[in-house]
């Protein structure tokens, strides 16, 4: 069985502060893929990052940044220097790839993330 | 850049009805997906689609629902005689490989 664990329900910051966004996982398979998804106010899901379980390096994206610890199956998500338009709910997701069903996405119920100025 | 759209981006039916909703995924892409969003909860998986025929769905894609991509580029979810608590927004995916790249949504309002 596949999980995933976004234990920070709601998250409020002031502009230009630095926060991370938790998220822990669980699945029995060697393989498999991580996401974050970003779904701003307007609804839409805009994806963010993905990263395979063979590959632990952390990756950075201008102010974003992403710490992968299969040791604590963990898949955090930070945010340098936020901004208001960097207010949406965040959802991790997981995936097993499954080459006739393709990789179906097992989302964390989210966490909404309010920057205030 | 290449999109996924969905249409209409809301409907309201009345209970009982059949709804129809609409998608066009990116056109290279192999693997095809619907899922749902309840109004302030998670993003839950329905059901994939790949070559041609559903290739895994949850325990919420019941005899209720239905896919079909008829023409080679629409990929369609059916809702057959809606109920109350199928309000949500629906959302389409494809996908060449392990991305999921998802469309803006369709919110289904059933009263």
């Known amino acids: 069985a596949q999980k995933v664990t976004q234990a920070q329900t709601e998250i409020s910051v002031v502009e230009k502060e630095d926060v991370t966004l938790d998220c822990v996982y669980e699945?029995?398979?060697?393989?498999?893929?991580l996401f974050w998804y970003k779904q701003p106010p307007s609804g839409e899901l805009v994806f963010l990052i993905r990263?395979?379980?063979?590959?632990?390096q952390n990756e950075i994206s201008g102010r974003y940044s992403w710490n992968f610890q299969k040791s604590t199956s963990s898949f955090n998500f930070t945010i340098t220097a936020s901004q208001v338009v960097d207010s949406a709910v965040y959802f991790c997701?997981?995936?097993?790839?499954?080459?006739?069903?393709?990789?179906?996405?097992?989302f964390g119920k989210g966490t909404s993330l309010l920057v205030t100025p | 850049e290449p999109e996924v759209t969905q249409t209409p981006s809301h409907q309201v039916t009345q209970m009982g009805q059949e709804v129809i909703l609409r998608c066009v995924p990116i056109s290279n892409h192999l693997y095809f997906y619907w899922y749902r969003q309840i109004l302030g909860q998670k993003v839950e998986f329905l059901v994939s689609?790949?070559?041609?025929?559903?290739?895994?769905k949850s325990e919420i894609f019941d005899d209720q629902f239905s896919v079909e991509r008829p023409d080679g580029s629409n990929f369609t979810l059916k809702i057959r005689s809606t109920k109350l608590e199928d309000s949500a927004m629906y959302f389409c995916a494809s996908g060449a490989n392990t991305e999921a790249f998802f469309g803006q949504g369709t919110r289904l309002t059933v009263v």
């Open positions: 990263r395979n379980s063979f590959d632990e």
């Open positions: 689609f790949y070559n041609n025929e559903i290739s895994e």
């Open positions: 997701a997981l995936s097993v790839p499954n080459s006739n069903s393709g990789y179906a996405l097992n």
């Open positions: 699945t029995r398979d060697t393989t498999y893929y």
